[in-house]
T-cell receptor, first 110, second 114 residues
Framework: RKEVEQDPGPFNVPEGATVAFNCTYS??????FFWYRQDCRKEPKLLMS???SGNEDGRFTAQLNRASQYISLLIRDSKLSDSATYLC???????????FGAGTTVTVRA | DTAVSQTPKYLVTQMGNDKSIKCEQN?????MYWYKQDSKKFLKIMFS???????INETVPNRFSPKSPDKAHLNLHINSLELGDSAVYFC?????????????FGPGTRLLVL
C-alpha cells in the first residue's frame, strides 16, 4: 500500500462550484499534514497546513480524520485560477520526511 | 530575487554521461532537499541536508551524490546517467527540519537522458 494515496481525478467543475477530494495515508503515527498546489510544469507551493481541528483559508477548507486516516480539501466558489494539481503531503512520525501523494487534478471551466 | 533557484532549467544528455545540477537558496534556511518527480508525478525525496550535514538519504543509487558547500547551496551530481534518471528534479529548502516546516521549492530541472 502506498504511503499516501489520492484520487488522481481529474475533477472538472464549472466556475462557482464546490469541489472536494480526499487523501488517505497509511502510517497512523504520521504527525503533520499539508496541501501543496502544483501548476502545470511548475514547482509545488504550500497551499495550507492541515490541523486536527480543521482549518479554513478563504475558500479552502482542510480537514483531518485521524481515525480513518485521511485528510480532505474542499474548494468553495471555484475560480479558473484554482485549476491545478493538489498534492497531499504527510510528514513521517520518526524521520520528518515528507511523503507526497501523486496529486489530484482539478480543472475549473468557465 | 528568486528564493530557491536551480540551474540548469533543462538538461538533455546522453546515457553514461556525468552531470551536475546546482541549487541555491537566499532565504537563510538551514535545511535543503532534493526531490525527484517522475513521469507518474510522484514527488520522492532523495536527500536532505541540515546545516551542511546529511540527515535524510533515501534508497537512491550511489551514482547520485549530493554536495553542500555551505548551507545556502545543495548541488546534485549524477554519474553514469541512465534512461530511468529522466525526470524533473526539484530542490527545496525550509527554515528547519521540524514537522511543521514549510518547504519552498525551486523551479525544477527537467533532465532527459537519451
Amino acid at each position: 500500500r502506498k504511503e499516501v494515496e489520492q484520487d488522481p481525478g481529474p475533477f472538472n467543475v464549472p466556475e462557482g462550484a464546490t469541489v472536494a477530494f480526499n487523501c488517505t495515508y497509511s502510517n497512523s503515527a504520521s504527525q503533520s499534514f499539508f496541501w501543496y498546489r502544483q501548476d502545470c510544469r511548475k514547482e509545488p507551493k504550500l497551499l495550507m497546513s492541515v490541523y486536527s481541528s480543521g482549518n479554513e483559508d478563504g475558500r479552502f477548507t482542510a480537514q483531518l480524520n485521524r481515525a480513518s486516516q485521511y485528510i480532505s480539501l474542499l474548494i468553495r466558489d471555484s475560480k479558473l485560477s484554482d485549476s491545478a494539481t493538489y498534492l497531499c503531503v504527510v510528514v513521517g512520525a520518526n524521520d520528518y520526511k515528507l511523503s507526497f501523494g501523486a496529486g489530484t487534478t482539478v480543472t475549473v471551466r468557465a | 530575487d528568486t528564493a530557491v533557484s536551480q540551474t540548469p532549467k533543462y538538461l538533455v544528455t546522453q546515457m553514461g554521461n556525468d552531470k551536475s545540477i546546482k541549487c541555491e537558496q537566499n532565504l537563510g534556511h538551514d535545511t535543503m532537499y532534493w526531490y525527484k518527480q517522475d513521469s507518474k508525478k510522484f514527488l520522492k525525496i532523495m536527500f536532505s541536508y541540515n546545516n551542511k550535514e546529511l540527515i535524510i538519504n533515501e534508497t537512491v543509487p550511489n551514482r547520485f551524490s549530493p554536495k553542500s558547500p555551505d548551507k545556502a547551496h545543495l548541488n546534485l551530481h549524477i554519474n553514469s546517467l541512465e534512461l530511468g534518471d529522466s525526470a524533473v528534479y526539484f530542490c527545496a529548502s525550509s527554515q528547519g527540519s521540524g514537522v511543521q516546516e514549510t518547504q519552498y521549492f525551486g523551479p525544477g530541472t527537467r533532465l532527459l537522458v537519451l
